[in-house]
């Protein structure tokens, strides 16, 4: 089939590989524009339109999905289908309508749990055990359209965010060429999501990525887990901002209040007390210094037990 991709990060990349490999045309991406990043905020393109100029296949970077350019475009493609993955902007109904067979999205969670800019991030939050990825014909709503696939995977009992995205980006993929497949053939069957069942995950932000010492370890542990790509789980120590991650729960420590530290050792590492419980910290982020294991930032500042983290 002739395909406009939309799309953006690295999740996306796997989704638009798996398309050119099944024999799909590629009749054109569309991505968001370059942005500044790193320390020389220099303009970055999109991982999506690194593969796309290296296929030399047509991109398009509109700053608005609904400026006019962008359907007289995508009428110019021809396109039977739209396939959308984490491109970052919702469509307007106006684009959706313009391939042959409508526009379909990959999206990281069993809809219709989970809709919304983060799925990943609050199921890793929430606890649960099962996730997975859903195929969906897109319609005017935020992740509301019906449902063509669904997959389901368990969640890991360590697993961070960034790791859950990149199992969910290959299953997505799969998914998304069987998906394709059955609409081709005109086997497709469409189910209504139910709306009474929906759960929503807006985007997070940097204050909800302050972790609360004051909640039980399993849960802060979770939280180190799902914000460990972005933005961070972080909590201030000695009023400087210390992003954590790898964190371990345990139950074999003394009480002490909420965020005190309780092991400060130059081997063995960091460990926090937690609401109930502790967490063994694996690894921090100094603000402007590098990733560093626990054990070697111990050494090198000399934290001390008995400090506290708020």
């Known amino acids: 089939m002739r395909v406009v991709f939309w799309g953006t990060p690295a999740f996306a990349v796997p989704a638009l590989r798996a398309l050119a490999?099944?024999?799909h045309e590629?009749?054109?991406?569309?991505?968001?524009p370059d942005r500044p990043a790193g320390r020389g905020r220099r303009?970055?393109?999109?991982?999506?339109?690194a593969v796309a100029q290296v296929e030399d296949w047509p991109v398009l970077q509109p700053e608005r999905a609904r400026d006019p350019m962008v359907r007289a475009q995508l009428e110019?493609?021809?396109?039977?289908?739209?396939?959308?993955?984490?491109?970052?902007?919702?469509?307007?109904a106006s684009l959706l309508e313009v391939p042959r067979l409508g526009s379909v999205a990959v999206h990281p969670s069993l809809l219709p749990a989970w809709r919304g800019a983060a799925p990943i991030p609050w199921t890793i939050l929430a606890g649960d055990a099962v996730t997975g990825v859903t195929i969906f014909r897109l319609d005017a709503g935020m992740d509301t359209g019906p449902i063509l696939l669904q997959v389901e995977t368990p969640v890991l009992p360590e697993e961070t965010a960034a790791e859950l995205a990149a199992r969910l980006a290959e299953l997505g993929a799969e998914a998304l060429v069987e998906a394709l497949a059955l609409l081709e053939s005109g086997?497709?069957?469409?189910r209504p999501q139910d709306d009474a069942g929906a759960s929503y995950a807006p985007k997070i932000e940097r204050a909800?990525?302050?972790?609360?010492?004051?909640?039980?370890?399993?849960?802060?542990?979770?939280?180190?887990?799902?914000?460990?790509d972005t933005p961070g789980a972080w909590s201030e120590l000695g009023g400087a901002p210390i992003a954590l991650f790898r964190p371990r729960v345990t139950t074999e420590l003394p009480?002490?209040?909420?965020?005190?530290?309780?092991?400060?050792?130059?081997?063995?590492?960091?460990?926090?007390?937690a609401g109930q419980g502790a967490v063994w910290v694996g690894e921090v982020q100094?603000?402007?210094?590098?990733?560093?294991?626990?054990?070697?930032?111990?050494?090198?500042?000399?934290?001390?037990?008995?400090?506290?983290?708020?």
């Open 286 to 310: 100094p603000p402007g210094k590098r990733r560093m294991t626990a054990a070697e930032w111990v050494r090198g500042r000399g934290v001390r037990v008995g400090e506290r983290f708020v």
């Open 43 to 49: 303009l970055r393109p999109p991982p999506v339109k």
């Open 76 to 92: 110019a493609w021809a396109p039977d289908i739209s396939v959308v993955v984490a491109y970052g902007q919702i469509l307007p």
């Open 255 to 273: 009480a002490a209040p909420p965020g005190t530290v309780l092991v400060a050792d130059p081997r063995r590492g960091l460990a926090v007390a």
């Open 21 to 23: 490999e099944e024999g």
């Open 187 to 190: 086997q497709a069957t469409l």
């Open 26 to 32: 590629i009749v054109g991406v569309v991505t968001q």
């Open 208 to 228: 909800q990525a302050r972790v609360d010492w004051r909640r039980p370890a399993e849960e802060v542990a979770r939280a180190l887990r799902a914000f460990d």
